[in-house]
């Protein structure tokens, strides 16, 4: 199963010069979900990792996805504001702005070993925050889990100059 089938091109959004990647059709498709789950839990044996940090909003759909399928534990880093206890908090910039992430203090258990899971890997912007983010609460970072990375913008290079170990599903 070619899981590239599933995540159809939307050229110029969310403005122009940008090709966003839909993965709606994917999730559709229950064939080809459980495929890509399974997939990506054969790149996340490759790390040591108690925990999963799901990165709002489409890696919450594959980071609880995993975290089920691997039977780890699952946090979330949420967008601001959007967390009722004392959060962590890292700002960083989007292709097309600027974001902050957040992690509530009391989610993670004190020596968990975390990978990140996004669904896309661009300028690896998000990802590096999220590294920052839970280095900065005093969790360690195993690496990085994406479905899709976007070539040519170069996120696995920018990833790997800032230490994180990077694993994506498919490049196009």
Excluded: W
């Amino acid at each position: 199963m070619n899981l590239l089938d599933y995540l159809p091109g939307v050229p110029d959004f969310p403005k122009p010069g940008i090709l966003f990647r839909d993965i709606s059709p994917l999730l559709a498709n229950p064939a080809a979900f459980k495929e890509a789950i399974r997939q990506l839990d054969d790149l996340a044996k490759t790390f040591d990792y108690t925990h999963i940090l799901g990165i709002e909003s489409r890696g919450f759909i594959f980071g609880s996805a995993l975290a089920h399928h691997a039977h780890k534990g699952l946090a979330l880093a949420r967008k601001p504001n959007k967390l009722p206890l004392a959060s962590h908090r890292e700002a960083y910039g989007l292709e097309y702005g600027n974001d902050s992430l957040e992690l509530q203090q009391s989610t993670l258990p004190q020596g968990a070993r975390v990978l990140l899971v996004d669904d896309v890997l661009a300028t690896g912007g998000t990802l590096i925050a999220a590294n920052k983010l839970l280095k900065s609460a005093g969790f360690e970072v195993c690496g990085a889990l994406t479905l899709l990375e976007i070539a040519g913008l170069n996120g696995s290079a920018l990833l790997t100059q800032h230490g994180i170990q990077n694993k994506t599903l498919i490049v196009a």
